[in-house]
């Protein structure tokens, strides 16, 4: 089972990427984080790990990447970047931190100033996230960075579901209705979750999306917004959390 989060700047993608992550490994599945995010440094911290090396390094770093993108395009090749599939356990040690069943990745972060294009990142992160298998109690999440460019990348190619988080905006509500069309293209089944939504505002967001699209609705939380603030490990529970990760539990596919 793989999902990806996704939405506006700040709506709380990694926050609910990383809480999701450790209520399924307290329910006993393994799960694998893919920060997908170049920009942010703050995932791996609230998972409590360190931050793994980039795997944009497994093929040599971006330049040759991008190098190896223009010369499948010259050619008229499919870009293959993987000679066999992957589990869990067989990504390479130096590209995966792990901590008892969660493990995290990180497709490539900023180092430097004027590191530029995205683009690569997109191209790597979807070849990744295609050439991981998973098993019956295997979950990968992926946090996206803030936007929709990725899905013009196809980064949410090789993923089972798909989680908008919505904060209580007009930008979330905009961005959920372009969704709707988005998502027709891409062929995906996605699922809303409403995040920092409480009262008349929880009502105005939940009244503009499908019912039986909305998985959960996460109010305020002084605990996340504390440890979000402080770059501290998420240790405790939220009950709407537990609603998302036994919603991915128990997911069948239509
Ligand atoms: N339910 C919540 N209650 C309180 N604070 C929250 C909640 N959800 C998120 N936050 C806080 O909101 C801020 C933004 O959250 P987060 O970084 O997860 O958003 P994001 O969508 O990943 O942002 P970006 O687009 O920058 O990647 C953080 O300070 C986080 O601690
Ligand atoms: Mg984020």
New binding site residues.
């Given amino acids: 089972m793989k999902t990806l989060l996704f939405?506006?700047?700040?709506?709380?993608?990694?926050?609910?990427t990383a809480l999701v992550a450790k209520s399924l490994v307290e329910k006993g599945c393994n799960v694998l984080v893919i920060d997908n995010?170049e920009s942010?440094f703050?995932l791996h911290r609230q998972l409590n790990m360190s931050l793994p090396d980039d795997f944009m390094d497994f093929l040599g770093g971006k330049k040759r990447l991008i190098n190896k993108m223009m010369k499948s395009r010259s050619e008229e090749k499919d870009l293959n970047l993987f000679d066999d599939k992957w589990d869990f356990e067989t990504i390479p040690d130096e590209y995966v931190v792990r901590n008892g069943n969660l493990y995290l990745m990180a497709v490539g972060k900023i180092h430097e100033f004027g590191e530029g294009c995205a683009c690569p990142m997109g191209v790597l992160a979807r070849q990744l996230i295609n050439n991981i298998e998973t098993g019956e109690n295997d979950f990968v999440l992926v946090?996206t960075?803030?936007g929709i460019e990725h899905f013009g990348r196809g980064v949410e190619e090789g993923c089972d579901v798909l989680f908008m988080?919505l904060d209580p905006s007009y930008e979330s509500i905009r961005l959920s209705e372009k969704m709707d069309w988005i998502v027709d293209g891409i062929d995906k089944p996605l699922y809303y979750i409403c995040?920092?939504a409480e009262g008349d505002a929880r009502e105005i967001l939940c009244s503009k999306l499908p019912d039986d699209k909305l998985v959960a609705t996460?109010?305020?939380?002084e605990s996340?917004?504390k440890?979000?603030?402080l770059g501290n490990e998420f240790q405790f529970t939220v009950p709407e959390i537990e609603d998302i990760s036994d919603f991915l539990i128990n997911y069948q596919p239509k």
């Fill in positions: 939405g506006k700047g700040g709506s709380g993608k990694s926050t609910l995010d942010n703050g946090d960075e803030a988080v995040n920092r996460v109010p305020v939380n996340i917004f440890a979000g603030l």
